[in-house]
């Protein structure tokens, strides 16, 4: 079994939540965004949320090292069976956050892989897809799309910050989210671009 930190015990005095998503390391990129862990500092995050594909345990030590992490699994995250949960639920400020990759089961992961084939990025498929796996929340983070969402729609948030990893299918920049949240339930989301850096052998390059 991998070694992942613990998550948070005490949740209290959450005011600013760093969301991160598809990694993709190493499969896809070596290391982090350059821009990723400054980005977060920056943002003076309390808690980190990776909402999944994160596919090497290191990602989890390195973001640690900002902020307490939250992660639950997705659809490339073998190395985490039996240590990170598909869904996650955290109440922050009486907040009901839920957090979920967004491929739902194997299934659908590949009923949505046609989908996407035909039809492209449809936001109330996956809306209808985390309202199924847990319903009646006030905040949906998932990732897995590597499309960046931060709409509310009445009284609910649907947050997704984009892929902090390359996007070889179609020109996005990378980027990761923040959420902040007022201390009486309120909560506002941002999603923060990251400079699309070409990859070369598996390594960000950074223009001199």
Known sequence: M??????????????RIGVVA???????VRSLH????????????????????ICAPAVLTELSQ?????????????????TLPWVQ?????????????GMGS??????????????????????????????GNDVYIFGHTHRSENRREGEVLYFNP??????????????FGVLYLDGSRGVTGEVISMRPLQVERGNWVIPK
Do not use: C
């Open 2 to 15: 991998p070694s992942i930190p613990p998550p948070p015990e005490n949740l209290d005095n959450i005011r």
């Open 22 to 28: 598809d990694t993709h390391i190493p499969d896809r």
């Open 34 to 53: 350059p821009d990723l862990i400054t980005g977060l500092k920056a943002a003076e995050v309390d808690l980190i949320i990776h909402a999944g594909d």
């Open 66 to 82: 900002v902020a307490p992490v939250v992660a639950v699994r997705g659809n490339r995250d073998w190395v985490f069976a039996g």
């Open 89 to 101: 639920i955290i109440t922050i400020w009486e907040l009901r956050i839920v957090i979920q990759h």
């Open 106 to 135: 194997f299934w659908l992961y590949w009923f949505d892989k046609m989908k996407y084939a035909t039809v492209g990025y449809q936001f109330p498929r996956y809306k209808h897809l985390l309202q199924k796996i847990a319903p």
């Open 162 to 175: 984009g892929a902090a990893s390359i996007t070889p299918l179609f020109r996005v920049n990378p980027s």
